[in-house]
């Protein structure tokens, strides 16, 4: 059973949510933490997310785009988590938390933005072994779920270690825009290359000497330049020269 600070915080958010704005006691981040970066093939994974505000559709949106299945768990939701059910591309099961087993997810986010769920959903995470995102309070959680965009090919996360993710989804934008539009046509370039590399190059120490090679200060000027023609010249200079010596 719940307390009556349950109820009330539950209250307080809907509250929040069906104004279209963010309780400003939503998110705790009193406690410093640091998390080891790594990258998750998310595609088939169960996802639950508990909670249906404006936090949980970010959550959920991030987990459609890389192929999660993904439940959501709220007895209300915003108007675009609903949306998203009828297109049937989440389950909603429209009730509270009740503690019931969660070891079949992968994955659990909590943005509910009550303190007793996500330290039971934590607990839950030691015995059973999931990834847990506390969303509402980062502290718990195993992992985080970092601002992220792809340019071109390549992927780029920010991460406060749950301190701001407003902070986060700032850095986020602003490195959007100073990624230059030639790194993705580059970067294609360079995979084409590297099996070639590999058959001209016969040794691990003579391929990283390569690569230190090829990724200088001028290379990558003229990357920024969109003189990729001649970027790419420079770097089969140096296969022939790296593959003779090798």
């Given at each position: 059973?719940?307390?009556?600070?349950?109820?009330?915080?539950?209250?307080?958010?809907?509250?929040?949510?069906?104004?279209?704005?963010?309780?400003?006691?939503?998110?705790?981040?009193?406690?410093?933490?640091?998390?080891?970066?790594?990258?998750?093939?998310?595609?088939?994974?169960?996802?639950?997310?508990?909670?249906?505000?404006?936090?949980?559709?970010?959550?959920v949106k991030k987990l459609i785009a890389e192929g999660a299945d993904v439940t959501i768990l709220a007895p209300e939701v915003v108007s675009d988590i609903e949306a998203l059910s009828e297109a049937k591309k989440v389950h909603w099961e429209k009730h509270l938390f009740r503690g019931d087993d969660l070891s079949s997810y992968g994955l659990i986010v909590t943005a509910c933005g009550v303190r007793e769920v996500a330290e039971a959903v934590q607990q839950a995470s030691k015995?059973?072994?999931?990834?847990y995102n506390a969303a509402d309070f980062p502290s718990l959680g195993n992992c985080s779920l970092p601002a992220a965009f792809d340019a071109g090919g390549i992927q780029i996360t920010v991460s406060t270690n749950g301190r701001s993710p407003a902070m986060a989804r700032y850095m986020k934008e602003w490195l959007s825009l100073k990624i230059p539009e030639g790194f993705?046509?580059?970067?294609?370039?360079?995979?084409?290359?590297?099996?070639?590399?590999?058959?001209?190059?016969?040794?691990?120490?003579?391929?990283?000497?390569?690569?230190?090679?090829?990724?200088?200060?001028?290379i990558?000027?003229?990357?920024?330049?969109?003189?990729?023609?001649?970027?790419?010249?420079?770097?089969?200079h140096a296969v022939g020269r790296f593959g003779a010596e090798s």
């Open positions: 059973m719940y307390n009556l600070k349950y109820w009330y915080l539950v209250i307080r958010h809907h509250f929040f949510m069906n104004q279209g704005k963010r309780d400003p006691e939503f998110i705790d981040h009193s406690e410093e933490i640091f998390l080891y970066p790594v990258n998750l093939k998310a595609a088939g994974l169960r996802a639950l997310v508990i909670g249906g505000g404006h936090v949980a559709l970010r959550k015995e059973s072994h999931f990834l993705g046509l580059w970067l294609d370039r360079v995979g084409k290359m590297r099996v070639e590399m590999k058959e001209r190059i016969s040794t691990s120490e003579a391929r990283e000497a390569f690569w230190r090679a090829v990724f200088t200060e001028d990558m000027h003229l990357v920024m330049q969109g003189k990729l023609d001649e970027a790419e010249e420079c770097v089969r």
